[in-house]
């Protein structure tokens, strides 16, 4: 619900503030007045374009913005789609700049047009030819009947249905387009798998070979360098080890004769036992190294293979190696259980078909059950509406699954009498497209939380009984629902709780367009000038008391 409107510098308006109430509101003036001009403010609220073209002083920003009450719309998801904050009073700001900049606000939150849109269309209805237009469009009509039979329930459990039947026939389909391409691999990852698991392949073992490798290679020369090192430290007269051992016993000496010395026979005899451990060790591996040309081979062999595989496969070590293999086991095992796998997933999808047509069936019958007395209802409606030789019809067509069901519902319309009823699109008229909407939102208002509903004129072409059938039913909706009407019928106009007044102020140097709610004595007087002109008569003036019940 509209609680309040307020805009600024956008077209004639220079400063506007409306509070509508919540039930049935009126709005007058004379043509030109700017009636559509806050029909066009009320667009921006809405996500339409707009351009620096609407500004009235160019210097200065246009600000329209509306406060809603929510909390009967079930917008809380919505808002959490857009990570913003919940209130039951939602605040919705759009602000032109004078460079032309458009910037849109949902609670002080900057927010995309498109979202601005979206959250629009559930605060406010206004009836103009868009509507109209949109009401011979299928999947518009299918909704009207859907709120007319109140599927709510069979049609959350299609849906869900339809969301596990897309998903299961999508991994059916998935999972066979996977078999046609293993089918085509399935011989080359055996062979492949065949080859890798052939070798063994150890963690680790790449380094290890390729050291044992290098000593085998030069086992020979290894020997003898050691051999050669050994001799030269080991030699009775002139070996290294012995002109250390004097060099140990004349430290030994000094450290008797001087304390000072010690440090210099500790540091010696430490690095003394160092070197001998030196060569223990290089004696030991020496006895290790072995000239083995077999094991050589062996080894070289290994590597080789090795090394092949890497080059096949296009990496660098033992382990990546590893890592295909497992990659081509697994692919070798989807294949062997392929079958298995195709017939538990086409069943899946069967069972998730079966029940999608079932739900489908139950929400068509549902559907169609409301036929009748929709049909009738709505005649009804259009009759008290002056069309009193319309005919109503729906149809039903079953399709094949859709994100709405399995049918497709369209109305058919005739306003002569025996005319057979036709495609909206094909035989309504611009003003039946408009009785006919009202019609149908005023069935709606018992069927749905609708929006703020605004009527732009939707009297026109009619007067008399009609217009007073039209104003009741105003009033009726606007028990539920928040109403604006913008009228030029004085009988309409006296209807309403709330009485705004749109007139030009040419007090300025620039005409500007004001808004005024009217008292009840200004309310007599513009109903007075609606029925007789701008001087209104005396009988001008009971006839308008007369129309608000005085």
């Given at each position: 619900m509209l609680k309040s409107l307020s805009i600024s510098n956008y077209a004639l308006i220079d400063q506007l503030l409306m509070q509508p109430s919540a039930k049935l509101n009126m709005i007058t003036g004379e043509t030109g007045a700017g009636k559509s001009i806050m029909l066009g403010a009320v667009g921006l609220l809405l996500g339409n374009r707009a351009d620096t073209k609407v500004l009235l002083h160019e210097e200065k920003k246009c600000v329209v913005e509306g406060i809603f009450d929510i909390q009967e719309y079930g917008l809380k998801s919505y808002f959490e789609e857009l990570e913003l904050d919940y209130e039951d009073t939602c605040i919705v700001r759009r602000e032109i700049s004078p460079g032309g900049k458009s910037r849109s606000f949902i609670n002080d939150t900057p927010v995309l047009l498109d979202a601005l849109k979206v959250l629009g269309a559930r605060?406010?209805?206004v009836h103009s030819q868009h509507d109209t237009l949109l009401l011979g469009e299928g999947a518009y009509q299918l909704s009207l009947v859907d709120?007319?039979?109140?599927?709510?329930?069979e049609r959350s459990d299609y849906q869900q249905a339809f969301r596990d039947f897309r998903k299961a026939k999508r991994n059916f389909e998935e999972l066979k387009q996977r078999a046609l391409e293993l089918q085509k691999e399935a011989d080359f990852?055996?062979?492949?798998?065949?080859?890798?698991?052939?070798?063994?392949l150890v963690s680790g073992e790449q380094s290890e070979l390729e050291s044992e490798q290098e000593i085998l290679e030069n086992a020979e020369e290894i020997k003898l360098k050691i051999n050669e090192l050994l001799s030269v430290f080991q030699d009775e007269q002139f070996g290294v080890l012995q002109g250390l051992g004097q060099i140990q016993h004349g430290l030994q000496a000094l450290e008797r004769l001087a304390h000072k010395f010690e440090n210099y026979r500790a540091r010696f005899q430490t690095v003394f036992i160092e070197l001998k451990d030196v060569l223990e060790s290089l004696s030991d591996e020496e006895s290790k190294v072995e000239v083995d040309f077999g094991k050589l081979e062996q080894i070289r062999d290994r590597l080789s293979k090795i090394y092949q595989l890497q080059k096949k496969h296009g990496v660098q070590s033992v382990e990546e190696l590893m890592t295909i293999e497992s990659q081509l086991a697994d692919k070798v095992f989807q294949f062997q259980n392929l079958d298995e796998n195709l017939s538990h997933a086409e069943k899946i999808f069967q069972e998730a078909e079966k029940t999608l047509f079932v739900c489908g069936k139950v929400l068509s019958e549902k559907r169609k059950s409301c036929f009748p007395v929709f049909e009738n209802a709505l005649q009804e409606l259009l009759s008290g509406l002056g069309m009193e030789n319309a005919r109503i019809k729906l149809e039903i067509q079953q399709v094949s699954p859709i994100a709405s069901g399995l049918d497709e519902v369209e109305i058919l319309f005739s306003a002569n009498k025996g005319g057979i009823?036709?495609?909206?699109?094909?035989?309504?008229?611009?003003?039946?497209?408009?009785?006919?909407?009202?019609?149908?939102?005023?069935?709606?208002a018992d069927k749905m939380a609708l929006p703020t509903l605004i009527?732009?004129?939707?009297?026109?072409?009619i007067s008399g009984e009609v217009a007073l059938q039209m104003v009741r039913m105003m009033k009726d909706i606007a028990q539920?629902?928040?109403?604006?009407?913008?009228?030029h019928l004085p009988q309409v106009a006296a209807k309403g709780d709330l009485h705004y007044f749109v007139f030009k102020d040419n007090s300025s140097e620039k005409t500007i367009s004001k808004i005024k709610l009217l008292d009840a004595e200004e309310r007599v007087q513009e109903l007075a000038k609606m029925i007789a002109g701008a001087n209104p008569s005396p009988s001008a003036l009971s006839s308008?008391?007369?129309l608000l019940q005085y």
């Amino acid at each position: 619900m509209l609680k309040s409107l307020s805009i600024s510098n956008y077209a004639l308006i220079d400063q506007l503030l409306m509070q509508p109430s919540a039930k049935l509101n009126m709005i007058t003036g004379e043509t030109g007045a700017g009636k559509s001009i806050m029909l066009g403010a009320v667009g921006l609220l809405l996500g339409n374009r707009a351009d620096t073209k609407v500004l009235l002083h160019e210097e200065k920003k246009c600000v329209v913005e509306g406060i809603f009450d929510i909390q009967e719309y079930g917008l809380k998801s919505y808002f959490e789609e857009l990570e913003l904050d919940y209130e039951d009073t939602c605040i919705v700001r759009r602000e032109i700049s004078p460079g032309g900049k458009s910037r849109s606000f949902i609670n002080d939150t900057p927010v995309l047009l498109d979202a601005l849109k979206v959250l629009g269309a559930r605060l406010m209805d206004v009836h103009s030819q868009h509507d109209t237009l949109l009401l011979g469009e299928g999947a518009y009509q299918l909704s009207l009947v859907d709120a007319f039979a109140q599927t709510q329930k069979e049609r959350s459990d299609y849906q869900q249905a339809f969301r596990d039947f897309r998903k299961a026939k999508r991994n059916f389909e998935e999972l066979k387009q996977r078999a046609l391409e293993l089918q085509k691999e399935a011989d080359f990852n055996q062979f492949q798998l065949d080859e890798l698991s052939a070798v063994s392949l150890v963690s680790g073992e790449q380094s290890e070979l390729e050291s044992e490798q290098e000593i085998l290679e030069n086992a020979e020369e290894i020997k003898l360098k050691i051999n050669e090192l050994l001799s030269v430290f080991q030699d009775e007269q002139f070996g290294v080890l012995q002109g250390l051992g004097q060099i140990q016993h004349g430290l030994q000496a000094l450290e008797r004769l001087a304390h000072k010395f010690e440090n210099y026979r500790a540091r010696f005899q430490t690095v003394f036992i160092e070197l001998k451990d030196v060569l223990e060790s290089l004696s030991d591996e020496e006895s290790k190294v072995e000239v083995d040309f077999g094991k050589l081979e062996q080894i070289r062999d290994r590597l080789s293979k090795i090394y092949q595989l890497q080059k096949k496969h296009g990496v660098q070590s033992v382990e990546e190696l590893m890592t295909i293999e497992s990659q081509l086991a697994d692919k070798v095992f989807q294949f062997q259980n392929l079958d298995e796998n195709l017939s538990h997933a086409e069943k899946i999808f069967q069972e998730a078909e079966k029940t999608l047509f079932v739900c489908g069936k139950v929400l068509s019958e549902k559907r169609k059950s409301c036929f009748p007395v929709f049909e009738n209802a709505l005649q009804e409606l259009l009759s008290g509406l002056g069309m009193e030789n319309a005919r109503i019809k729906l149809e039903i067509q079953q399709v094949s699954p859709i994100a709405s069901g399995l049918d497709e519902v369209e109305i058919l319309f005739s306003a002569n009498k025996g005319g057979i009823p036709q495609p909206l699109k094909k035989v309504a008229s611009g003003g039946e497209f408009s009785r006919l909407l009202f019609g149908i939102k005023y069935l709606m208002a018992d069927k749905m939380a609708l929006p703020t509903l605004i009527f732009d004129e939707i009297d026109t072409g009619i007067s008399g009984e009609v217009a007073l059938q039209m104003v009741r039913m105003m009033k009726d909706i606007a028990q539920r629902h928040q109403v604006i009407c913008i009228t030029h019928l004085p009988q309409v106009a006296a209807k309403g709780d709330l009485h705004y007044f749109v007139f030009k102020d040419n007090s300025s140097e620039k005409t500007i367009s004001k808004i005024k709610l009217l008292d009840a004595e200004e309310r007599v007087q513009e109903l007075a000038k609606m029925i007789a002109g701008a001087n209104p008569s005396p009988s001008a003036l009971s006839s308008a008391k007369e129309l608000l019940q005085y």
